[in-house]
């Protein structure tokens, strides 16, 4: 069960990343709504998650359900990021059910005072944090998405802290073009990507790939584990 917990928290983390094209769909051009499926090493499924993208106003409005478990055992996590149209965070809600334990808490970005503020809203005894926040600081939602904009325009981001409830050091590096077989059993040429994550709760290397798209659509994630290699692939 810690193992299922485990790759689940990494996978919603990792959910943590050709030249733009003026017809294109999906992000960073117009609004998109992805679908996952989440397997064991095996590849039965273990869940379904969902990213979404809507454009607003004041720039992003990020989306990502997370629905999987086991008999005995169920995982419903809700995240939303609110992001300036450079992908700054403005705010980050997480809503977390993990069998009987449930949380929700927000953090709203303060970007030219270079604070944020945490709230946690469940339990209501959770109480308040105050920290400092580097220049256009984001949390893992918009760092995903930075992430694929970035990707678009030929640039591996830099390293950078990300903020999602605690605060990480996230380390991405390009491993070079490789063949993938996704969720629709077809191959693809992909952009393989490694991201190291380092923080108080988190210690892991995943692995991403994603498609040569303009957008470019994450196709696969891939967490090893001490049970063999859990995966996120992208239902067509």
Not at 38 to 57: F, M
Not at 77 to 106: M, N, P, Q, V, Y
Not at 115 to 136: E, L, M, N, Q, W
Not at 178 to 207: L, Q, W
Request: some cysteine; hydrophobic content about 40%; overall charge positive.
């Amino acid at each position: 069960m810690r193992t299922l917990r485990g790759f689940l928290q990494i996978a919603a983390a990792s959910l943590l990343l050709a030249a733009p094209a003026a017809a294109q769909k999906g992000f960073p051009f117009t609004g998109e709504s992805l679908r996952y499926s989440i397997n064991w090493p095996s590849g039965l499924s273990l869940g379904e998650s969902t990213l979404t993208a809507h454009k607003t106003d004041k720039g992003w409005d990020f989306d990502v359900t997370l629905e999987a478990g086991v008999p005995g055992f169920a995982m419903a996590d809700k995240f939303r990021s609110l992001a300036t149209g450079d992908l700054c965070s403005l705010e980050l809600d997480r809503d977390i059910s993990h069998g009987g334990r449930k949380s929700r808490e927000k953090t709203t970005f303060l970007q030219e005072a270079g604070k944020a503020h945490r709230v946690t809203v469940f339990p209501a005894d959770g109480g308040t944090t105050d920290f400092d926040i580097p220049s256009c600081a984001r949390d893992a939602l918009a760092l995903v998405y930075y992430t694929r904009k970035e990707l678009g325009q030929g640039r591996v981001p830099p390293a950078q802290t990300v903020f999602f409830g605690s605060s990480y050091s996230v380390r991405m590096d390009y491993a070079g073009a490789e063949t993938i077989t996704g969720g629709d059993k077809k191959p693809a040429v992909t952009d393989h990507m490694t991201i190291t994550v380092r923080g108080p709760k988190a210690n892991f290397t995943c692995e991403v790939f994603y498609a040569r798209d303009a957008a470019r659509t994450p196709l696969a994630i891939r967490v090893p584990l001490a049970l063999g290699t859990f995966s996120m692939e992208l239902v067509r």
